[in-house]
């Protein structure tokens, strides 16, 4: 294959790969400064638990204590106070983003089989997961995107292929391939 010698020399191995100490020290600071964001968010969240079962048990005490209008009103108020400071932190985690996807084109199998015939190959040839969708925009450029949520620091996110027509257009199978 013609681009098999220009792959061998311009990708090394990853044991040809050395680490300087400036990156394995900016690699250490972003691990401890994950670690310290962890420990602290689970000490604001295990602090606003407590907030919560106070403001609750403030609440129904208040109601328990004297019931009349006034202080059903004034404990269901506290016992909310505590759920919506609880709802506050953990709203990102339901979170979804809607991305405008307009001016993008997607495409199937279907419509156009010889592209994802190329894109099979190549999917194949490098080992890697086929896109979970195809899309096509008038940029001459390719690039792979994925949708992000706080879940895909979790699981595994398939990735998006994005071709350009200015791209597909103006070169030959074989260099589109490469």
């Known amino acids: 294959m013609y681009l098999e010698p220009i792959n061998q020399s311009l990708f090394m191995k990853i044991k040809d790969i050395k680490l300087t100490p400036e990156f394995k020290k900016q690699t250490t600071k972003a691990i401890v400064s994950i670690i310290f964001f962890a420990i602290t968010y689970l ?3 295990l602090t606003v638990c407590g907030l919560t079962a106070l403001c609750v048990y403030g609440g ?3 109601i328990a204590s004297k019931p009349m209008f006034f202080t059903l009103a004034l404990g269901i108020g506290m016992a909310s106070f505590g759920g919506l400071i609880l709802i506050f932190l953990l709203k990102f985690i339901f979170k979804s983003h809607k991305i405008d996807r307009t001016h993008l084109l997607e495409i199937t199998r279907q419509e156009e089989p010889q592209l994802f015939k190329l894109i099979e190959d190549i999917v194949n040839e490098v080992g890697t997961k ?3 969708k195809v899309y096509l ?4 450029n390719a690039s792979v995107f994925y949708d992000s949520s706080f879940w895909s620091m979790f699981f595994p996110v398939k990735k998006n292929l994005l071709i350009g027509l200015g791209l597909v257009n103006t070169i030959s199978q074989s260099e589109l391939k490469t």
Do not use: A, D, G, R
């Open 60 to 62: 129904i005490m208040l």
């Open 43 to 45: 000490l604001i969240f």
């Open 130 to 132: 086929f896109p979970k």
């Open 137 to 140: 925009s008038t940029e001459v």
